[in-house]
């Protein structure tokens, strides 16, 4: 189904069916006081692309500084990249000198996770604006020697550095903080009609098919196949 491809990735099309997600989170992020927002679903569900169209508003606002790290091919407990991505952070929102947290950084220890944590909070308590971390696929995360002390890190540096606020991803929920701060938003399933839209998008891409009026009947069956899946979607549309 389909004419042949050049998009090769899920945010390479329409964001549809997910207005009143996309909604909800904006108020989230720019409006309460909540400072841990959680995107939960299916995997392949569209979680990612969510954020990203909630990064891409938040910074087109030039309110808050805001910065997006996606964790889904990072390896977590490597000392390397644990280091590597604070340094990062570190570095985007004002820079500082990270030497005192040493090359041998352990996170999943508990000195190391107070070093992260003091060096967070040093940085973020010299800011006048709000800061929003944007961390997708946080599962890779949860899923590895880190998850306590990562559950630890967050509870702690939310508790110290009032304008900070974190938005992630993950396929599980996140409750490490107290309800007051904390609100999750689950990603449904798209329905059929928003399945036959975003087929019909990616069928259409390019020219030498039948026309859509032609395949029309048959998308509709295979947007049922796709059970409200985007990405399964996708893939239909290029075959």
């Known amino acids: 189904m389909g004419n042949g491809l ?34 939960t679903g299916l995997q392949k569900i569209g979680k990612s692309r969510l ?10 606002d030039q309110t808050s500084r805001c910065m997006y790290h996606d964790f889904q091919n990072d390896n977590p407990e490597s000392t390397h990249f644990q280091l590597k991505w604070l340094k990062e952070i570190y570095g985007f929102f004002g820079g500082g000198n990270l030497d005192k947290l040493g090359d041998g950084l352990d996170f999943t220890t508990d000195n190391g ?4 944590v003091d060096a967070f909070s040093e940085q973020f308590q010299k800011s006048d604006t709000y800061t929003v971390l944007f961390l997708d696929n946080v599962e890779t995360i949860l899923g590895s020697a880190l998850r306590n002390n990562f559950q630890k890190f967050v509870k702690t540096v939310l508790q110290q550095c009032l304008k900070l606020k974190l938005v992630m991803t993950s396929s599980e929920k996140l409750n490490c903080v107290h309800k007051r701060i904390f609100e999750n938003v689950h ?3 798209l329905n059929d009609e928003s399945t036959l839209m975003l087929l019909r998008e990616v069928y259409t891409y390019e020219e030498g098919g039948k026309p859509w009026e032609d395949v029309q009947e048959f998308m509709k069956y295979i947007a049922r196949l796709c059970e409200g899946l985007p990405h399964a979607a996708i893939m239909a549309g290029m075959e």
Not at 52 to 60: G, I, P, Q
């Open 6 to 39: 050049k998009k090769d990735t899920d945010e390479d099309w329409r964001f549809t069916g997910r207005d009143r997600e996309l909604e909800r989170l904006l108020y989230l992020v720019k409006t309460t006081n909540k400072r841990l927002i959680t995107i």
């Open 51 to 60: 954020m990203l169209e909630v990064y891409n508003d938040t910074v087109s």
């Open 113 to 116: 996770m107070n070093c992260v």
């Open 187 to 189: 990603v449904a399933k």
